[in-house]
């Protein structure tokens, strides 16, 4: 079968192989490769950390912080934490750690902000002594306003403000776990991730109170007591009662708390919140449950009158808004509003008015971030994938005609911070044979022209003194004969092409992921790399559905899961099939979560190739999960019936042929034990043998020390079925 192969040097299909020839016998081990085992943080590229003060370059260490020059590299000790220690006065129990999480909140004055477990601590470095303080203790969800310096926290439920002098208001009283105040809401989708938010001059709150009395409470319990306790979620399902979210603002001026006043909010979402510039004004996207009618509206902070729908999008399928607005910082009559409209996340500029000013950028590829401004030369930093579907670069956008102009070295995969004027970006990035390099660019002035990067820290290679893999990247033609999918090879350590293979698929194939990028070893799994170095040959790609190819590429899956991703997995097999190391009756698969539905899918619908597989915390039936993903991409199961019938395992559990293992977490909230359960009620029904395992205590994804147990239990059931 004819293949391309992918070279990270450049965006044309070519072979590419990383290899390491190590004269000695050692291999990695478990211990090495698993973030649970014991010696996992020598065995990853060492890092640094930087932070912006103003446009002074800063890098924080555990004792110490440096001043770094931008230019030259050249560092300064700056801070040191026994003298830091000294000017905050603190308690031997409520000492000052580490100097790690130090932040500089003011560009312009002379002022860290730190944290001692019991208070929030302003220092001056220049005086050198404590100029503000305040209390930190049981604050669950802070968010503190460097504007106002006031903080709001959730206690016991409700939401609370403590301003600068140290007054506390609460601002809730009826807060429970059926009515969620200042916490993230929606399931953390739509680019959710936190439930309060300040106003630029710190003077107002917005908040989400949620109300989710309505929603059904799944039985989770404890066995942690002496006799095991009841201790349900509430979580929505599919095609069931979800909750009702409103957005409260609170001014701290007149103590008052006033509600957008959005209608009615059942079956909406409300979501990316941003403030105007000036503080008066609120814009929100909301949502309609179907998921497929998008609107931008804005509100009166001070009333919460509704002003305005600015925007409005609209779709057969699904709208998925997951950025808030961002105005330009040199004219806030101006915003950017970032859609997939035309087929991939781009970048639009609206007046405040609503109307489109122009599209910014515009291609087949993503813009995967809004990094940031350079408000000198009047440009957008963005990361993109422009220069490959693999790659993450980073790219300066004029506002005024649209040029891109690169700011890296254009390979690998690139994360930037801008200092507080946007002249200068710290690019931290890895290559398929990169462990790690950090440098410093100058943003000013490209005139379309990448200025020259300062090295700052390159890592060394963990690995070097051990026995390696092959790491080989490559693409094949999806299922549609048209579409390139990228996957990754990782061969056996002292690979022989003259051998075959037991081989195993790791799988994800989900929505909002992907398993193959420019990364280090082109992003492979420590654990493929655990098992290459027991003779195993792994093979990973990214099917249909999956992130960063643009709308229709991830659309493709609609109102079907699993579909169209199984005809693009088995192409990957059939690629597998045709190489000779590869022996054709021992093909094994391993994938979480949407890769567990994967793995059983691939299993029962293709029995006859999979001898071994490994779900965990899979997916049994879309109809037992949550209302806001589950619906986006199968609508209800009212709606949709014939798609949820055709992807159900229960309907598969009859074609189980080869050894299965299940695998969850036994408090899983995410995919709740009852897809598991009733798969294996169901296989019992027909007479077939899966094996499982539960980790009591346990979520969605096993922690620390039980990761290492999972990934031990994972690799010997290939051991014992498939080699």
């Known amino acids: 079968m004819a293949t391309a192969m992918f070279s990270i040097m450049s965006a044309q299909a070519q072979f590419a192989t990383i290899k390491e020839e190590v004269p000695?016998?050692?291999?990695?081990?478990?211990?090495?490769?698993?973030?649970?085992g014991n010696n996992y943080w020598n065995m990853v590229p060492k890092n640094r950390h930087y932070i912006w003060w103003g446009d002074q370059l800063v890098r924080t260490?555990?004792?110490?912080?440096?001043?770094?020059?931008?230019?030259?590299?050249?560092?300064q000790p700056f801070l040191q934490l026994n003298l830091v220690e000294r000017w905050a006065g603190t308690s031997p129990e409520h000492k000052i750690r580490h100097l790690m999480d130090v932040k500089f909140p003011y560009p312009d004055q002379k002022l860290m902000l730190l944290s001692n477990g019991k208070e929030r601590l302003l220092v001056s470095w220049e005086s050198k002594i404590i100029v503000?303080?305040?209390?930190?203790?049981?604050?669950?969800?802070?968010?503190?306003?460097?504007?106002?310096?006031?903080?709001?926290?959730?206690?016991?439920?409700?939401?609370?403000v403590l301003d600068r002098e140290g007054k506390e208001t609460q601002l809730s009283k009826d807060g429970s776990r059926e009515l969620v105040y200042g916490q993230s809401v929606h399931r953390d989708e739509f680019g959710i991730s936190k439930g309060t938010f300040w106003s630029p001059d710190g003077q107002r709150l917005a908040f989400y109170r949620m109300d989710q009395s309505m929603v059904a409470d799944y039985p989770q319990v404890d066995i942690s007591r002496r006799i095991a306790s009841y201790e349900p979620d509430k979580y929505p399902m599919a095609g069931e009662t979800s909750h009702k979210v409103t957005v409260g603002v609170y001014d701290m001026q007149t103590k008052k708390t006033v509600y957008l006043k959005a209608g009615d909010s059942t079956n909406r979402y409300f979501t990316n919140i941003q403030w105007s510039p000036d503080s008066k004004t609120i814009y929100m996207f909301e949502l309609n449950r179907d998921q497929n009618d998008c609107r931008l509206v804005s509100y009166d902070a001070a009333t919460g009158e509704r002003k305005a729908e600015l925007y409005?999008?609209?779709?057969?399928?699904?709208?998925?808004?997951?950025h808030p607005i961002t105005f330009l910082p040199w004219d806030e009559s101006k915003f950017i509003l970032q859609s997939q409209r035309d087929g991939y996340n781009h970048l639009y500029i609206y007046n405040v008015d609503g109307t489109e000013v122009k599209q910014l950028t515009q291609g087949k590829f993503v813009v995967m971030e809004l990094v940031g401004f350079n408000e000198k030369d009047k440009s957008v930093i963005i990361a993109s994938n422009e220069a490959s579907p693999i790659q993450r670069n980073l790219y300066a956008v004029s506002v005024k005609n649209g040029r891109r102009t690169p700011l890296d070295n254009g390979r690998g995969y690139h994360y930037a911070t801008l200092s507080n004027s946007g002249s200068y970006l710290v690019d931290s990035y890895q290559e398929p044979t990169v462990p790690r390099i950090i440098e410093v660019t100058n943003t000013d002035n490209l005139k379309g022209k990448k200025q020259g990067a300062k090295v700052l820290f390159t890592a060394d290679d963990p690995w070097t003194d051990y026995k390696q893999p092959t790491f080989e990247c490559g693409t094949l033609k999806a299922a549609d004969g048209e579409t390139d999918l990228y996957y990754r090879i990782v061969k056996p350590v002292d690979f022989d092409a003259q051998k075959k293979y037991p081989t195993i698929v790791y799988v994800y194939g989900g929505p909002h992921a992907h398993c193959v990028d420019a990364?280090?070893?082109?992003?492979?799994?420590?654990?493929?790399?655990?098992?290459?170095?027991?003779?195993?040959?792994?093979?990973?790609?990214?099917?249909?559905?999956?992130?960063?190819?643009?709308?229709?590429?991830?659309?493709?899956?609609?109102?079907?899961?699993?579909?169209?991703?199984?005809?693009d997995q088995m192409k990957g097999i059939e690629y597998l099939q045709s190489l000779p190391y590869v022996d054709k009756n021992r093909i094994g698969v391993h994938g979480w979560s949407f890769g567990g539905f994967m793995t059983i899918s691939l299993m029962t619908n293709h029995n006859d190739v999979f001898k071994v597989g490994v779900a965990g915390g899979p997916v049994i039936d879309w109809k037992w999960y949550e209302v806001m993903y589950g619906e986006r991409y199968m609508d209800t199961p009212q709606d949709n019936p014939e798609g949820y019938e055709k992807t159900?395992?229960?309907?598969?559990?009859?074609?189980?042929?080869?050894?299965?293992?299940?695998i969850t977490g036994y408090n899983d909230a995410t995919v709740v034990p009852q897809h598991c359960l009733s798969f294996i009620a169901a296989c019992i029904e027909n007479g077939t043998q899966p094996d499982f395992m539960v980790y009591p205590g346990e979520p969605h994804n096993m922690r620390g020390r039980q990761s290492f147990h999972l990934h031990q239990r994972i690799s010997q059931y290939f051991d014992d079925y498939l080699k």
């Not at 000695?24 to 649970?36: A, K, P, S, V």
């Not at 555990?62 to 590299?73: A, I, M, Y």
Request: glycine share 6%; hydrophobic share 35%.
């Open 24 to 36: 000695d016998n050692r291999l990695l081990t478990l211990e090495d490769l698993n973030f649970g």
């Open 519 to 567: 990364t280090w070893h082109y992003m492979s799994r420590g654990w493929e790399s655990y098992m290459a170095t027991k003779g195993y040959l792994m093979f990973i790609i990214d099917n249909r559905g999956s992130e960063n190819r643009g709308r229709d590429f991830e659309q493709a899956t609609f109102r079907q899961l699993g579909q169209i991703e199984m005809q």
């Open 132 to 160: 503000w303080r305040q209390l930190a203790e049981k604050q669950e969800h802070a968010d503190w306003s460097p504007a106002s310096r006031a903080v709001t926290f959730v206690r016991d439920h409700n939401l609370y």
């Open 312 to 322: 409005r999008e609209t779709s057969e399928k699904y709208v998925e808004p997951l």
């Open 61 to 75: 260490d555990v004792e110490q912080c440096f001043l770094v020059d931008s230019k030259t590299g050249v560092e």
């Open 648 to 662: 159900s395992l229960i309907n598969q559990a009859a074609n189980l042929k080869g050894k299965l293992q299940i």
